[in-house]
């Protein structure tokens, strides 16, 4: 199995980037297809984005069309997430993980989690 460890979150004003790093061990990255999610306080984890295996297909959540990029690295095993333009309404702890199936949305269809890293966006 793969172990996932996020970093890049932390504290940005409206309308910054931050730019957020998945680095996986235990297992290739090319196995899986990646995906980013987030969890707001009082709020369900939500779908952001995911890339294929090989990173030819990209898929984003209407929220974050246009506003965040989903790329990976598997010569160095490692995914990001490239976030610009936020608001404050980007505030939540992001997640990467990891699955088999490719346009996977839902938090069950992602079998290895990492541990999230807080993002905060002040007004």
Do not use: H
Request: glycine share 12%; hydrophobic share 35%.
């Amino acid at each position: 199995q793969v172990q996932l460890v996020e970093s890049g979150g932390g504290l940005v004003q409206s309308g910054g980037s931050l730019r957020l790093s998945c680095a996986a061990s235990g297992r290739t990255l090319n196995s899986y297809v990646m995906g980013w999610f987030r969890q707001a306080p009082g709020k369900e984890r939500e779908f952001v984005a995911a890339i294929s295996w090989s990173g030819g297909m990209l898929y984003y959540a209407d929220s974050v069309e246009g506003q965040f990029t989903i790329s990976r690295d598997n010569a160095n095993d490692t995914v990001y997430l490239q976030m610009n333009s936020l608001k404050p309404e980007d505030t939540a702890v992001y997640f990467c993980a990891a699955a088999f199936t490719f346009g996977a949305t839902r938090s069950r269809d992602y079998y290895y989690w990492g541990q999230g890293t807080q993002v905060t966006v002040s007004s």
